[in-house]
């Protein structure tokens, strides 16, 4: 059976083929003058967030690949195959970018020469997260398909990250700080931000398939939305106000909830259309 160009996987691996960034040509010489200038606990709010999201890329990449079987052992689903392909690429891509930028921005070894910063990691990232993409190895019911791409693309991706992105904004756009920092996180936000699209178009492929699945895939958006913004919360935990950079934390974890609203309804306003 011929694979379909139309499709919106394949659709996205065009889009992606052409927006593929080398995470090595990014210059951080200014990067490194601005590092030197900023205050202790800005630097610790800084070094938790790319510390966060190279944990969390390692862990994004790491799980991908279950998935991927799961829909290879199904059957039918070439495209949707395909374009996993290339998300775990990606990913790949994004544990580059902060490493390199570790390795090369701050002034000495994490964990060495630098503290690594304190704070709880995130149990979505560390716990949910490889349970339901790991179960899918000997579950490979509809029900644990769309619990892992809820958690994965709508959860991790869709939330966990957006709160992270706007938090890098917030700390850099307005002192025009980092450069090669905000350059990495725009490029991953743009890959991100396919990455959202194919796992929404899968959960809404399976309700469409699975409509008595819906229900479950609210509670667990509220679910995990409640985990998400205990993960936002900690961020702050270690930091009084003013917080540095004038981050909000209220601003943030409201952020958060909508933005889990915005995803459940997403997929839900699809379920059953073509998408
Ligand atoms: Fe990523
Ligand atoms: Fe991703």
Same mark, same amino acid.
């Given at each position: 059976?011929? #694979?379909? &160009?139309?499709?919106?996987? =394949?659709? /996205? *691996?065009?889009? @992606?083929?052409?927006?593929?960034?080398? %995470?090595?040509?990014?210059?951080?010489?200014?990067?490194?003058?601005?590092?030197?200038?900023?205050?202790?606990?800005?630097?610790?709010?800084?070094?938790?967030?790319?510390?966060?999201?190279?944990?969390?890329?390692?862990?994004?990449?790491?799980?991908?690949?279950?998935?991927?079987?799961?829909?290879?052992?199904?059957?039918?689903?070439?495209?949707?195959?395909?374009?996993?392909?290339?998300?775990?690429?990606?990913?790949?891509?994004? #544990?580059? &970018?902060?490493?390199?930028? =570790?390795? /090369? *921005?701050?002034? @000495?070894?994490?964990?060495?020469?630098? %503290?690594?910063?304190?704070?709880?990691?995130?149990?979505?990232?560390?716990?949910?997260?490889?349970?339901?993409?790991?179960?899918?190895?000997?579950?490979?019911?509809?029900?644990?398909?769309?619990?892992?791409?809820?958690?994965?693309?709508?959860?991790?991706?869709?939330?966990?990250?957006?709160?992270?992105?706007?938090?890098?904004?917030?700390?850099?756009?307005?002192?025009?700080?980092?450069?090669?920092?905000?350059?990495?996180?725009?490029?991953?936000?743009?890959?991100?931000?396919?990455?959202?699209?194919?796992?929404?178009?899968?959960?809404?492929?399976?309700?469409?398939?699975?409509?008595?699945?819906?229900?479950?895939?609210?509670?667990?958006?509220?679910?995990?939305?409640?985990?998400?913004?205990?993960?936002?919360?900690?961020?702050?935990?270690?930091?009084?106000?003013?917080?540095?950079?004038?981050?909000?934390?209220?601003?943030?974890?409201?952020?958060?909830?909508?933005?889990?609203?915005?995803?459940?309804?997403?997929?839900?306003?699809?379920?059953?259309?073509?998408?």
């Amino acid at each position: 059976m011929p #694979v379909d &160009f139309a499709s919106l996987p =394949l659709r /996205e *691996v065009r889009k @992606g083929r052409a927006l593929q960034w080398d %995470p090595h040509a990014i210059d951080f010489a200014q990067d490194r003058r601005d590092w030197a200038a900023l205050t202790l606990p800005e630097r610790q709010i800084l070094l938790s967030q790319v510390v966060g999201f190279l944990v969390g890329e390692r862990a994004v990449a790491h799980d991908l690949a279950p998935l991927q079987q799961v829909l290879r052992r199904e059957r039918g689903h070439m495209e949707e195959e395909m374009y996993l392909t290339q998300q775990t690429y990606e990913e790949s891509t994004h #544990v580059e &970018f902060f490493q390199r930028w =570790l390795n /090369e *921005v701050l002034p @000495g070894k994490l964990g060495e020469d630098v %503290p690594v910063p304190q704070g709880k990691g995130s149990r979505v990232l560390s716990e949910r997260l490889p349970r339901a993409m790991t179960a899918l190895n000997t579950d490979s019911s509809r029900a644990a398909q769309l619990y892992a791409c809820t958690v994965y693309h709508q959860i991790v991706e869709g939330v966990l990250a957006e709160v992270g992105y706007q938090i890098f904004y917030d700390c850099m756009d307005a002192r025009g700080i980092l450069p090669g920092l905000r350059q990495g996180v725009r490029n991953i936000q743009t890959d991100e931000a396919r990455h959202i699209a194919f796992g929404t178009y899968l959960a809404r492929r399976i309700l469409t398939e699975n409509p008595e699945l819906k229900d479950r895939f609210s509670a667990w958006m509220e679910e995990l939305g409640n985990e998400a913004r205990g993960d936002a919360e900690n961020l702050f935990v270690g930091h009084s106000q003013p917080y540095p950079f004038g981050l909000d934390r209220e601003k943030t974890l409201a952020f958060s909830n909508t933005l889990c609203r915005r995803r459940t309804e997403a997929v839900l306003s699809g379920a059953g259309v073509e998408a």
